[in-house]
């Protein structure tokens, strides 16, 4: 049933009611805030309103996590690859600050004392 259908339905149902004694407009407001919530809130087409909400929900909350996932194993591998630069680093610095043994002087000898007259 489309809006047009309702619309009319809604105007045939208060017109008779209007037509009917004892029938005011209080009335009619009255029996609406009566008797809508549970058409409304129980309807098939809530129902169905409310099931697709909480599938958009579930699939938001799904992709959310595997976002979640995807930028904490992006995390973890650049933690690792800081890992192995610091090892590489490591390495580097003892390899170019390794302590290198001088080479043995030449024993020195005694000289006679510079004399100048």
């Known amino acids: 049933m489309n809006l047009r259908d309702r619309c009319a339905f809604l105007g045939r149902t208060v017109h008779s009611?209007?037509?009917?004694?004892?029938?005011?407009?209080?009335w009619i407001w009255g029996a609406y805030l009566q008797f809508t919530p549970p058409v409304l809130w129980f309807s098939p087409g809530r129902r169905q309103a409310v099931a697709r909400a909480n599938r958009v929900r579930d699939d938001e909350?799904?992709?959310?996590?595997?976002?979640?996932?995807?930028?904490?194993?992006?995390?973890l591998a650049q933690v690792e690859e800081a890992k192995a630069h610091a090892q590489r680093a490591a390495a580097l610095y003892?390899?170019?600050?390794?302590?290198?043994?001088a080479p043995p002087r030449r024993p020195r000898v005694a000289r006679p004392p510079n004399r100048r007259n």
Do not use: N, Q
């Open 94 to 101: 003892d390899l170019v600050h390794e302590v290198i043994p």
């Open 61 to 75: 909350r799904h992709a959310h996590e595997a976002l979640a996932e995807a930028v904490r194993d992006a995390i």
């Open 17 to 26: 009611l209007m037509r009917e004694p004892r029938v005011t407009w209080s």
